[in-house]
């Protein structure tokens, strides 16, 4: 049995930040479960798709964000518990529904989470969805360990069922791939299948019901709001080395890991001030009694928080509409940055800046300083494609076909370091799916030949719509579909594409050719990208076509095919480079620049340990100095 099904309440583990809340959503009698992996919340689908079933819980990796939610959400107002979660920019593509989610709301627990992005880890921004929260007007947690994330899940499905809405379960980067120790709750089973009670007046949001259920979530803002005062998990917390001395009392307002720097630094340094903080837990409807009268009792308040204003903002309105006079420091005074990740060093920097400029000055003890000249520089590690992956061969096909003279729009995917030299592909990205909507636009103002890359997972999730878009409107460009057969980038999930579903199952594979060929595509072709003269000619060939045209690279995924050599006990076929037949001329290292290959002086090599013998550098070597190693050979 897997650790995180076991049923032994008490029980102390320790585990991911995700797989905390992977349990925790097991203990609270998830019936339905459904996502699209995207980091840093990536973990939870791939714990889900192992035990779910064995879990009695039904779990999805759905074709987008959008989806997962309205599926979950529809699970919910039928009146199960339900899950879905997804990365932050995936609550964008949710937001439509989302948001009205909050006009009908539901009748069984529904949680979403959505893992936000400080510093950009794995994202294209960095966006707050706190801010999504006050939008909606729905109730939100941020929980700031592991353990406190499995004792936060049951409490947000306790408020969801009270208040009838769902609640927004907010975590980021370090919540989710921090290990820490969780004790076992107990399970509640999974809900059997119910009776759906008709209740179109409230389910079904024509404008004249809409508007009667944007009255009844007003009504209910001031109710949650009155849970936010009492939560368990708002509460002032004195560190451990609390100064009760100090003449001047400070207040720091924090959330999620924020608390965790504020505690490390204020349980090792002494401050020469009286310090509490007050750690919110339940951020969304703000407490505004527990935060006035936290302030009232303070000389100076700070808030600490990563990403936006949003704690600073609401304690500054709601003193300045209170009159409580209570000077009120953070980012928008320029001691705390709005961007990229907290640590310790910028907390206890940010609380001497606040200090210092109502003239209180910390003398912060000196911390030992690693004497280092900068001679020896750090060796450059840029983010790279794997050895053998099949985008590397079509990258390298397709410049020898276009000679470099095009426009790259590009996708969120592996592929997407494909900008990075030496083949230096990619012009244009927004987000998931906008490359062939990019390509529309470009092909209607630019004079070169506009080439758009999109990955098979990709393509289910966001990539139809524009498709469907090009054809009707005769866009001219290329859009190349490089399926690897699986969704790389975020732990190799299914997708559509796929014989296999969510709970492990066999499933329909949807085909991507014919998709295309169905949408009014008249060019598709399906080449292997691993054959450099065949994709060549493929791209020459479409972008020779007037009109959109598609070309789908099809080779799966280099970790994929290792994988299942291992299984099957086979080995693969290591390459190697003939030295009397090389040139010297680094095609190699410098133009196609897979990672296997090395230089010793001006000597070509290959890194057995490296190889994934996908042998299209038997393609690339204009001199045929690359082979595979003879047989008895090393």
């Known amino acids: 049995?897997?650790?995180?099904?076991?049923?032994?309440?008490?029980?102390?583990?320790?585990?991911?930040?995700?797989?905390?809340?992977?349990?925790?959503?097991?203990?609270?009698?998830?019936?339905?479960?459904?996502?699209?992996?995207?980091?840093?919340?990536?973990?939870?689908?791939?714990?889900?798709?192992?035990?779910?079933?064995?879990?009695?819980?039904?779990?999805?990796?759905?074709?987008?964000?959008?989806?997962?939610?309205?599926?979950?959400?529809?699970?919910?107002?039928?009146?199960?518990?339900?899950?879905?979660?997804?990365?932050?920019?995936?609550?964008?593509?949710?937001?439509?529904?989302?948001?009205?989610?909050?006009?009908?709301?539901?009748?069984?627990?529904f949680v979403i989470l959505t893992a936000d992005d400080p510093g950009c880890h794995s994202s294209q921004n960095e966006q707050d969805n706190r801010y999504f929260a006050k939008m909606s007007g729905v109730p939100m947690v941020e929980p700031s360990s592991p353990e406190e994330a499995r004792k936060m899940m049951h409490y947000a499905y306790e408020i969801s069922e009270k208040f009838e809405e769902p609640v927004l379960f907010r975590t980021t980067t370090r919540m989710n791939h921090v290990r820490g120790v969780i004790e076992l709750g107990e399970i509640r089973p999974p809900s059997e299948r119910v009776h759906f009670e008709k209740d179109p007046g409230r389910f079904v949001t024509i404008p004249s019901n809409a508007r009667k259920r944007h009255l009844v979530l007003l009504d209910l803002i001031p109710r949650m709001r009155d849970e936010a005062e009492v939560s368990p998990f708002n509460r002032v917390v004195v560190p451990e080395k609390m100064n009760t001395t100090g003449d001047i009392r400070l207040g720091l307002i924090t959330s999620g890991v924020s608390f965790n720097y504020v505690m490390e630094v204020l349980n090792n340094i002494d401050l020469g001030v009286q310090v509490r903080v007050l750690k919110l837990g339940m951020t969304a409807p703000l407490p505004e009694d527990l935060i006035s009268e936290f302030c009232l009792e303070n000389d100076l308040v700070l808030t600490i928080e990563e990403g936006e204003a949003y704690l600073e903002e609401f304690t500054k309105t709601i003193l300045k509409e209170r009159n409580i006079p209570t000077q009120v420091l953070g980012k928008r005074d320029g001691h705390f940055p709005i961007p990229n990740e907290y640590n310790p060093d910028i907390v206890l920097k940010g609380i001497t800046s606040a200090l210092d400029s109502i003239g209180r000055k910390v003398d912060v003890p000196e911390t030992e300083k690693v004497d280092w000249d900068g001679s020896i520089p750090e060796p450059p590690r840029p983010p790279v494609l794997c050895p053998g992956c099949p985008h590397r061969g079509t990258y390298f096909a397709l410049k020898r076909a276009t000679k470099g003279k095009a426009v790259y729009p590009t996708d969120i995917g592996c592929y997407t370091l494909g900008i990075m030299p030496p083949q230096s592909v990619g012009d244009v990205l927004i987000c998931m799916g906008s490359s062939a909507g990019s390509a529309g636009g470009l092909s209607r103002v630019v004079d070169e030949p506009v080439i758009a890359f999109m990955g098979d997972s990709t393509f289910f999730h966001t990539g139809i719509p524009p498709l469907v878009n090009a054809v009707h409107n005769g866009h001219d460009f290329v859009l190349n579909i490089m399926d690897n057969s699986t969704t790389a980038m975020t732990g190799h999930q299914p997708h559509p594409g796929l014989p296999i579903d969510g709970l492990g199952d066999p499933a329909i594979a949807i085909s991507i050719e014919k998709v295309c060929k169905g949408l009014g595509v008249q060019f598709v072709k399906t080449v292997n990208p691993l054959n450099i003269k065949e994709t060549q000619k493929a791209f020459e060939e479409a972008m020779a076509f007037k009109g959109t045209s598609v070309v789908i690279t099809k080779s799966p995924c280099a970790l994929l095919l290792d994988r299942n050599l291992r299984k099957a006990g086979k080995k693969r076929v290591k390459y190697t480079v003939d030295q009397e037949k090389c040139r010297k001329c680094d095609v190699c290292t410098k133009t196609f620049a897979c990672p296997a290959f090395y230089k010793i002086g001006d000597d070509h090599y290959i890194d057995p340990d490296q190889c994934f013998s996908c042998g299209v550098c038997e393609q690339v070597c204009p001199f045929g100095a690359m082979g595979p190693i003879p047989e008895g050979g090393e």
Not at 12 to 22: D, F, H, Q, S
Not at 56 to 64: D, K
Request: net charge neutral.
């Open 1 to 109: 049995m897997h650790p995180l099904l076991e049923d032994k309440p008490g029980k102390k583990i320790l585990v991911l930040g995700n797989e905390a809340i992977t349990r925790a959503a097991i203990e609270a009698g998830v019936t339905v479960a459904a996502t699209y992996p995207g980091t840093p919340s990536s973990e939870i689908g791939n714990t889900l798709h192992k035990i779910a079933k064995e879990a009695g819980m039904y779990f999805e990796f759905s074709t987008n964000e959008k989806v997962a939610f309205e599926t979950a959400a529809a699970a919910a107002v039928a009146g199960v518990r339900a899950f879905s979660f997804m990365k932050h920019v995936g609550l964008n593509v949710a937001a439509d529904a989302f948001m009205t989610l909050a006009y009908t709301g539901v009748r069984g627990g």
